[in-house]
Nanobody, 125 residues
């Protein structure tokens, strides 16, 4: 089993920045595809960004492209989501997730095997 622990959420005004971190409990996570998802009440969880095990390939949802950056440091077993130029519509609970079997970015919830507990991001106008 691998535990994923998110941190870095909080409240910020529109136009501001936050950096989310997701630390894995085991070094095996360095071989996982990792993803960030978000969810607001009453809506389905949606993919925000995903990164391959070595960081060589990334995916971004259209809504965050050019504003968010996903990266990883396998030595620290940590994946990051740098969020710039935040908008009120970015308000959500953000989850990180790990896919054991893939070697490329993944976008479907069903692809992922491990999930963090989520961290709240609130953007005020």
């Amino acid at each position: 089993q691998v535990q994923l622990i998110e941190s870095g959420g909080g409240s910020v005004q529109a136009g501001g920045s936050l950096r989310l971190s997701c630390e894995a409990s085991r070094r095996a996570s360095s071989t996982f595809t990792m993803g960030w998802f978000r969810q607001v009440p009453g809506k389905e969880r949606e993919v925000v960004a995903s990164i391959s095990w070595n960081g060589g390939s990334t995916f971004y949802a259209d809504s965050v492209k050019g504003r968010f950056t996903i990266s990883r440091d396998n030595d620290k077993r940590t994946v990051y989501l740098q969020m710039d130029r935040l908008r009120p519509e970015d308000t959500a609970v953000y989850y990180c997730a790990g896919d054991v079997d893939s070697d490329r970015p993944r976008t479907a919830l069903s692809d992922y095997d491990y999930w963090g507990q989520g961290t709240q991001v609130t953007v005020s106008s």
